[in-house]
């Protein structure tokens, strides 16, 4: 009589790891999407306070521009595409922003740091991981201080 692992055991033993192994990918992957929102949406708000501090310590105006899927860091009163200067931001993942503000643009005046044309019905950002739908909206206040919604 021979001894050993028959071919049919070792369908059955790499079939159950192989379940397990999907089992853990899915459950892995909601953690991973919450992570590239919530890391966009940090990134934007310490974007936007580093823009803000700029024009309050008279390093020029400065806002940021957004775009579908990116956004831009300039500097002065309005957004210009061809500017060397600009900063573009591509964040992790698939993030869309859409933009309530005018011009799709946030701008900080120099010396107070309040937010250049400011309504109230045009002062939030939102932004969606298109991958799990999450939705998160930034609403910048006159001030420039921005809160999550």
Request: net charge positive.
């Amino acid at each position: 009589m021979r001894s050993g692992i028959t071919y049919p055991e070792i369908i059955i033993v790499i079939s159950i790891m192989l379940t397990l192994l999907g089992l853990a990918v899915v459950n892995l992957l909601p953690p991973q999407h919450q992570a590239a929102t919530s890391s966009t949406v940090a990134t934007l708000l310490a974007d936007l306070r580093s823009q803000q501090l700029k024009s309050i310590v008279g390093r020029g105006g400065g806002g940021i521009y957004f775009s579908p899927t990116t956004y831009s860091l300039f500097s002065g009163l309005v957004y210009s595409s061809s500017a060397p200067a600009n900063f573009t931001v591509t964040p992790p993942g698939k993030m869309t922003f859409a933009s309530t503000l005018l011009g799709n643009q946030v701008v900080f005046a120099t010396g107070s740091g309040e937010v250049v044309g400011y309504s109230s019905q045009a002062n939030s950002i939102t932004i969606t991981n298109t991958n799990n739908f999450a939705t998160v909206t930034v609403t910048i206040n006159a001030y420039g201080i921005p809160t999550i919604n």
